[in-house]
Structure formats: C-alpha cells, structure tokens
Nanobody, 126 residues
Framework: QVHLEESGGGSVQAGGSLRLSCVVS????????MAWFRQVPGKEREGVAG????????FYGKSAAARFTISRDEVKNILYLQMNNLKPEDTAMYYC???????????????????WGQGTQVTVSS
C-alpha cells in the first residue's frame, strides 16, 4: 500500500524559510511524477512544484518560481520542498502527491495524481 507522509510545516515570519519533507513508502516502481500542491479553504488545489523520479526534471508554478526548490532523495525515497523568502500568501496546507505512469501533458493537474499525503500546514505571518 502506497503511503505518503508530509512533515516540516509550521509558522514563520515573512522572509523566513521552511523545508517540507514527504516520505514515500510502499511504491514499488522507479518511475513516477511527484509534486507539491497547496490549498487554502475555498480555493482550488494549486500545483507548487513537480519532479520526475527518473531524470529529475522539475517544474514550478508561478508562485514558487525563484523562491522554492523541489528535490528528491532517491535512496531514502523522500521528496523535499525548500521554501525561501516566504510570504503571507504562501500560507496554505501543503500536500505531496505521486502520479504513476502514464503521465498527462501537465504536471500541475491534481486529478492526475493517484496518491496523496495528509498535508502539512504552512503559516506565514507578516
């Protein structure tokens, strides 16, 4: 059974940094597309960043460009999201997700992902 578990969220002041982690267990394939999404109440889930498990090609949403970095530890099977220069508008619940192949055309479509974690809350105060 595939299980994703996020950690690393918390409360920080604007300009601060956080690193989110997502431990993946039970997934027996080297191929996949992993991503971080975020959601605030009343809004759609937004793609923050994605990365292919093979090759490591990464993608970023407009909100994350130049401030966030997605990476993955292949040995430990942990997905990371380094978030720098956080802003109050980054406040959201952050989720990691896994999309087994075949892949769609766009990494940031939530319904393309089969597996999700429970989420970790990030709160940024001004």
């Amino acid at each position: 059974q595939v299980h994703l578990e996020e950690s690393g969220g918390g409360s920080v002041q604007a300009g601060g940094s956080l690193r989110l982690s997502c431990v993946v267990s039970g997934y027996g394939d080297d191929r996949g597309l992993m991503a971080w999404f975020r959601q605030v109440p009343g809004k759609e889930r937004e793609g923050v960043a994605g990365i292919y498990m093979i090759g490591g090609a990464s993608f970023y949403g407009k909100s994350a460009a130049a401030r966030f970095t997605i990476s993955r530890d292949e040995v430990k099977n942990i997905l990371y999201l380094q978030m720098n220069n956080l802003k109050p508008e980054d406040t959201a619940m952050y989720y990691c997700a896994l999309n087994p192949p075949p892949f769609g055309d766009t990494w940031s479509i939530p319904h393309e992902y089969d597996y999700w974690g429970q989420g970790t809350q990030v709160t940024v105060s001004s």
